[in-house]
């Protein structure tokens, strides 16, 4: 069975850092695209990146480009998703998720329904 976890959330204050695993189970690991979502309260759901598991090429919204940073480590089948220069904004729920398409930010912030499995979410307060 397929199955996303997502940890690393938590409060930290403006300017700040944290670092977000999501780690898998249940399926053929190289052969999916991970994205990395986020929802703040009173919005939409909103694509935030994407890692393409067997090339490692990967993708950023606007957003976050420059400050977010996927990785993966194969051996313990996780995604990362290390943010810096964290700011009030980038408050939300963030969510990963796996899709056999290719990574592109465009495909994970129009077409999410491309993504199949999905994890539960992990908070992200950014406050002073």
Not at 2 to 18: I, T
Not at 65 to 73: E, P, V
Not at 85 to 103: G, H, I, M, N
Request: glycine share 10%; net charge positive; hydrophobic share 30%.
């Amino acid at each position: 069975q397929l199955q996303l976890v997502e940890s690393g959330g938590g409060l930290v204050q403006p300017g700040g850092s944290l670092r977000l695993s999501c780690a898998a189970s249940g399926f053929s690991w190289n052969n999916y695209t991970i994205g990395w979502f986020r929802q703040a309260p009173g919005k939409e759901r909103e694509g935030v990146s994407c890692i393409e598991i067997s090339a490692g090429s990967t993708d950023y919204a606007g957003s976050v480009k420059g400050r977010f940073t996927m990785s993966r480590n194969n051996a313990k089948n996780t995604v990362y998703l290390q943010m810096n220069s964290l700011k009030p904004e980038d408050t939300a729920v963030y969510y990963c998720a796996a899709s056999p398409a290719r990574c592109d930010i465009v495909v994970v912030r129009t077409r999410q329904t491309e993504f199949s499995y999905w994890g539960q979410g992990t908070q992200v307060t950014v406050s002073s």
